[in-house]
């Protein structure tokens, strides 16, 4: 630390704004691109909706521009590919790198009272990583059968099956083909191909940019705290990206082992997820193989369970910190709310098998899961119910971030709720691989996450960049985003009940499911609004980066340390090392403000 | 503004709440039950829509009330308070006391639906016992169809030894699954590809198939909804809208939406085998089953 104590030289463009090792910057790149990747997403989503709205494919104007081989709808294989890469946009581009990568980076050390990350070469790296990912995962829709289409999830042996010849086509003494001829692509599936190799690989550098964050998270947290930051009077943002973080470093190796192993199975033809008879596509058969396919499902999960909570935890973090700010009140139950982020940290180790009930494996086993799973909604519970009793005898500030966690504080109710009824085993058995967990996912990933990012921007936009966004348009915004989007997602519940499986390219074919088809175009027009709405945020956001009300330091009167320093923050975050004197939530105090900031007053001089 | 926010966070809450209410009378709801343990499975839904509509409309109320009460007003301060360990401990104990209920309710429903027998609800004891058995059937999915496996005499001597080889006997079909009311079925899942996943949502079924396994399925259908017509020759629906499908639930490829099957629930065990009588007659008659059986026979 001590390393910069001289004045901050200022960097050349370059190192400033593209190679930059300053957090701040960093945050600021991980936010950015999050933006266009929140962009394609969307639009991959508004397709899936026209899809499933008007199966038969007589859609106005967007017929025209399928390929002729179509016959005038989409093809099966291109709606897969489309779900399959919406997802994967939008929970490995968008709200892992604005939750961890934008929130993280830019507010740990603001917050802690650090100059830096502890390693800023690293976090310059983790950034570096994502770009190689974002380049092959766009290249990937152009690859010969087009991106992958397997699900996010990516289940062998629909995702790995291979062209490889079989051991007994190979001539005697002939190792039998690797990387031959048309063996890249799949029996399976189109998308099951080179599209799918170009999947792991970008998720494979995702997972490591993740890991380079996450690893300097920690160290800086632990290690760069301003003195008097103790562990417990870290704000929930802090401690939310803490866990998150410790939550990844433990986590990510296994889906990293799981990526390399089914890219293995893809480019030289190992066996990892083949079960020993090997498989057969009509009159193709594949090698005997080595492996079994629940294998995947198993490393797959013990991952992407603690991602679901990666993906919600620093939102739970930013929005207890944008309430209490606007609520002007005190965090109720601060270290509650800290022991139940970590419990549901711990205990989302052991839950990983609800996504497995009826996979095969074995049924009592899914009873641990069961009970895990359901012990999981105590330490939401708890959260919930103290944001709630934070709101209460308060006096709120409806600013539009202020709207905006509280948005997320009652999605996660929806959220949380409806994960019970799929964490019940018998229950789940009807629900599992139904529009009722897409409800679910779509609750607490848009409309809880999301709302939290929305929350966290308009909060620290004036911050990252001097400028405050404009309110009127941000409550329009919000006030859209949250009609629209329960228009939009509640009524899938309703299809979940009905029984209307997901990833269907066309439900109509089925007699149980015709008369839920005017559910299915009234959610798609509500959802292309939804959609549309989103461009506010955007333009809001561009515009108030020019035009924006200049911000003060503190424009929300806020407590935490970032809001002691100019916005934006000059390099090295602190011209003078703070002090931290109390907690980060001492509203309603005493005296004529009703905030005392965290940080030891400066001596007049000084002060600002 | 501050009233417009409260009418927003209520009435979008409200509508919501609306619809689960509106939904069952709409139609848009569970379809028609008809297995044995399907009914334990649907009171279990409604025990945790009630415990989840309770809290959902506490904490919905609590919200939109804050949100209406609690505007900043010149001059005051929000209580100045860092919380209560009583209330916390009360809304740690009383969700988790419903909440280890709730788990623990599902157990025999589990148990039942998985083909082991459990002594007692608490502490859990599985004996895996196999249960009584009427009817077994091979069930083989693969892109992007169900193939169907009856066996003569309805159950075969060596069912493990039968569900991997098959008989010559056998009666085959393809997405069109036949037992008959009050059978205790059981059927031998596997696939051929990739994973598919058997739902039978008029049975509140869904057992994925995985590569390489055979997986055990139970269920009995306690309602009937064909009858063999011997002169005619084909069945006849016992009541308009009996119509009960089958379908694929895990993604499996492009044709993945149109793995669509039929259940055929005859009224009686006679009426099925008269069915079956004549399919396999059927069957002899086409010579289907050297064919296929030579390619069954060959994958294995
Ligand atoms: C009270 C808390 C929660 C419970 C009890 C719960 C339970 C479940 C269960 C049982 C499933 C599996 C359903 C199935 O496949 O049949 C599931 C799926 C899922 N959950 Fe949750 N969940 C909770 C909270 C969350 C949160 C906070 C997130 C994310 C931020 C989340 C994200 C997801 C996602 C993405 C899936 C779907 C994965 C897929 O594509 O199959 N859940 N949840
Ligand atoms: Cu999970
Ligand atoms: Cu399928």
């Known amino acids: 630390m001590s390393l910069h104590q001289e004045t901050p030289h200022s960097p050349g463009f370059i190192r400033k704004y593209i190679f930059s090792e300053d957090h701040k910057t960093i945050g600021i790149q991980f936010l950015f691109s999050g933006m266009i990747f929140f962009g394609i997403g969307g639009l991959l989503a508004m397709l899936v909706r026209l899809q499933l709205a008007w199966p038969e494919g007589n859609i106005p104007w967007l017929g025209q521009w399928y390929p002729k081989s179509w016959g005038g709808r989409m093809s099966p294989d291109f709606y897969n590919m489309l779900f399959t890469m919406h997802a994967t946009v939008m929970i490995f581009f968008v709200i892992i790198p604005w939750l961890t990568g934008a929130f993280g980076n830019f507010l740990i050390p603001l917050m802690i009272g650090a100059r830096d990350m502890a390693f800023p070469k690293l976090n310059m790296l983790s950034y570096w990583a994502m770009i190689p990912a974002f380049v092959i995962i766009v290249a990937s829709f152009f690859v010969e059968g087009g991106g992958a289409s397997s699900g996010w999830t990516s289940y062998p042996t629909l995702a790995d099956a291979s062209l490889q010849k079989p051991a007994s086509a190979a001539k005697p003494g002939e190792a039998y083909s690797v990387l031959k001829d048309d063996a890249y692509n799949s029996p399976a599936a189109p998308g099951a191909g080179m599209g799918q190799i170009f999947w792991l690989t970008s998720l494979l550098l995702v997972g490591l940019s993740s890991m380079m964050g996450s690893v300097n998270y920690i160290t800086t947290i632990l290690n760069m705290r301003a003195p008097g930051m103790s562990l417990l009077r870290m704000p929930l943002t802090v401690w939310s990206l803490f866990i998150t973080a410790i939550l990844q470093a433990l986590a990510l190796p296994v889906l990293t082992v799981a990526l390399i192993l089914q890219l293995l199975d893809k480019l030289i033809a190992t066996t990892f997820f083949l079960p020993p008879g090997g498989i057969s596509f009509g009159n193709w058969h594949t090698v005997p193989g080595g492996g079994m396919p629940l294998l995947w499902q198993h490393l797959f999960w013990f991952y992407s369970h603690p991602a679901v909570y990666i993906m919600i935890l620093p939102a739970m973090g930013i929005v207890s910190d944008v309430i209490t700010a606007f609520a002007r009140k005190p965090l109720f139950g601060y270290k509650p709310m800290v022991y139940s982020l970590a419990a549901i940290a711990a205990l989302g180790f052991v839950v990983w098998g609800h996504h497995m009930f009826q996979s095969g494996m074995d049924p009592r086993l899914g009873t641990g899961f069961m009970l895990a799973t359901i012990l999981i909604a105590v330490p939401s519970a708890i959260k919930t119910f103290n944001w709630l009793a934070t709101l209460w005898e308060s ?80 409550k329009v915004h919000f006030a859209l985003t949250f009609l629209f989007g329960n228009l939009t997602f509640f009524p899938m519940h309703i299809l979940g009940i009905g029984g209307h499986p997901r990833r269907y390219y066309d439900p109509t074919i089925y007699q149980y499911l015709e008369h839920l088809q005017p559910l299915n175009q009234f959610m798609t027009i509500c959802a292309l609004v939804l959609g549309a709405a989103q461009i506010l945020f955007l333009v809001n956001f561009l515009g108030s980066l020019v035009f924006g009300k200049k911000a003060g330091i503190n424009p929300w009167e806020s407590n935490t340390l970032e809001w002691t320093v100019p916005s934006p923050p000059p390099h090295g975050n602190f011209p003078e090392p703070p002090t931290v004197e109390r907690g980060p939530y001492e509203y309603a105090v005493e005296g004529p403000a009703d905030f005392l900031p965290q940080a030891k007053e400066k001596p007049p001089e000084a002060g600002a | 503004m501050r009233v417009f926010w409260f009418l927003l966070f209520a009435l979008v809450n409200l509508a919501c709440l609306g619809l689960f209410v509106v939904s069952p009378w709409l139609g848009w709801w569970l379809p028609k039950n008809i297995a044995s343990f399907g009914q334990d499975v649907d009171n279990l839904f409604y025990l945790i829509l009630a415990a989840t509509g309770f809290f959902f409309v506490v904490t919905q109320s609590v919200l939109a009330l804050a949100i209406l009460r609690y505007g900043e007003r010149p001059g005051e301060k929000s209580r100045y308070t860092h919380g209560h360990t009583g209330l916390e401990i009360t809304w740690t104990l009383i969700p988790l006391a419903i909440l280890i209920y709730l788990g623990f309710a599902q157990v025999p429903t589990w148990a039942k639906m998985k083909y082991i027998n459990v002594e007692s609800w608490f502490p859990i004891r599985y004996s895996g016992k196999n249960l009584q058995q009427d009817q077994s059937i091979c069930l083989v999915a693969r892109q992007w169809e169900w193939r169907l496996r009856y066996p003569q005499g309805h159950i075969p ?111 009686s065990k006679q009426d099925y085998e008269k069915w079956f009588a004549q399919a396999l007659k059927n069957q002899r008659l086409r010579e289907l089953p050297k064919q296929v059986a030579a390619r069954e026979g060959g994958n294995r």
């Open chain 1, 395 to 474: 006096r709120i500030r409806y600013t539009a971030a202020m709207l905006n966690a509280l948005a997320f504080v009652s999605m996660f109710v929806i959220g949380g709720l409806s994960g019970i009824f799929m964490a019940a085993t018998p229950v789940d058995a009807y629900f599992h691989d139904t529009y009722f967990i897409v409800a679910h996912i779509h609750y607490v990933l848009f409309m809880s996450s999301i709302f939290g990012v929305f929350a966290g921007v308009l909060f620290w936009f004036p911050k990252m960049f001097g400028r405050t966004m404009h309110e009127g348009l941000a």
């Open chain 2, 157 to 267: 001597a060596d069912q493990n030894q039968w569900a991997e080889n098959g008989d010559p006997g056998d009666l085959h079909a393809v997405n069109e699954l036949h037992v008959w009311k009050n059978s205790q079925v059981r059927l031998h899942l596997k696939t051929e590809d990739v994973i598919h996943s058997l739902f039978l949502p008029n049975l509140r079924l869904k057992q994925d198939a995985l590569p390489g396994k055979t997986m055990p399925v139970v269920f009995q259908a306690i309602e009937a909804n064909v009858k063999w017509d011997p002169v005619a020759g084909h069945l006849v629906p016992l009541g308009p809208g009996l119509e009960w499908e089958m379908a694929c639930a895990e993604l499996c490829g492009g044709q993945h939406y149109r793995m669509r099957g039929r259940l055929f629930v005859h009224e």
